[in-house]
C-alpha cells in the first residue's frame, strides 16, 4: 500500500537553494539542480508544497525581513520559469541567543501546526523534507514522514538523530518526491 502525503513541508535553504548562510540579495539565489523539478511533479500531483524555514540572520540584525522577502519572491519567480509553485511559505526569525527561545524555531512545531490548520491537514498525512534533523524533526512530534536529503550542511548528529526518528534518506529531493508519489521503493534509514 502506496502512502502519498496530502502536503509536502521543505525547508528551503539547502533543500531547495543552495544555502548560502544569511541570503540577503536575490542575486544570490541558486536553485539546486533537480529541485524545481521535483517540486513541479508534487504541483501536479496536486500536492500542496509548503516551505518552513529558519531565518535566524533577521534576529541577528544580518538580514531584514524585506531582504527574505525579496529572496522569497526571486525563488517564487524561478521556479514559476520551471512550471513549479510554493504554495505557501512560513518562516521563523528568532534565534534563541537573541530574544530568547520560541515555538517556531525548528524543530518547533508552531509553523507546522499553524500550516496544517490552513490547509486543514492531519498531521499524520503529511511529510516533511529537509538537510537538517530539526527539519526533519517533526514527524516524530506531530506525525506523517521524515525524509532527509543530505547537503554540505547535514551533520553526522543530524544523520544519527534522522535514524533514531525512523526517518528515511534520499540522495536528492527528486528522489524523495519519487518516494512520496509512490513511483520508488522508500530509501533505508541511515
Not at 108 to 129: C, N, S, W
Request: glycine share 8%; charged share 20%.
Amino acid at each position: 500500500m502506496n502512502w502519498i502525503p496530502a502536503a509536502v513541508f521543505l525547508d528551503r535553504d539547502g533543500t531547495i537553494i543552495e544555502d548560502v548562510h544569511f541570503i540577503r540579495s536575490p542575486a544570490q539565489v541558486r536553485a539546486i539542480p533537480g529541485a524545481p523539478t521535483a517540486i513541479g511533479r508534487l504541483n501536479r500531483a496536486g500536492i500542496p508544497v509548503i516551505v518552513v524555514t529558519n531565518q535566524s540572520g533577521i534576529a541577528r540584525g544580518l538580514v531584514t525581513t524585506d531582504d527574505y522577502e525579496a529572496v522569497r519572491a526571486h525563488l517564487d519567480a524561478l521556479l514559476a520559469d520551471a512550471g513549479a509553485h510554493i504554495d505557501e511559505s512560513y518562516f521563523c526569525p528568532h534565534h534563541p541567543d537573541v530574544g530568547g527561545p520560541c515555538d517556531c524555531r525548528k524543530p518547533g512545531t508552531k509553523l507546522f501546526e499553524d500550516a496544517m490548520r490552513h490547509f486543514a491537514l492531519q498531521p499524520d498525512e503529511v511529510a516533511y523534507i529537509g538537510d537538517r534533523w530539526r527539519d526533519v524533526a517533526p514527524a516524530r512530534a506531530l506525525g506523517g514522514r521524515g525524509i532527509l536529503i543530505p547537503s554540505a550542511m547535514t551533520t553526522a548528529a543530524d544523520l544519527q538523530k534522522t535514524a533514531a526518528d525512523s526517518a528515511l534518506v534520499a540522495p536528492t529531493l527528486g528522489a524523495a518526491v519519487e518516494v512520496l508519489l509512490g513511483l520508488t521503493a522508500p530509501v533505508a534509514t541511515r
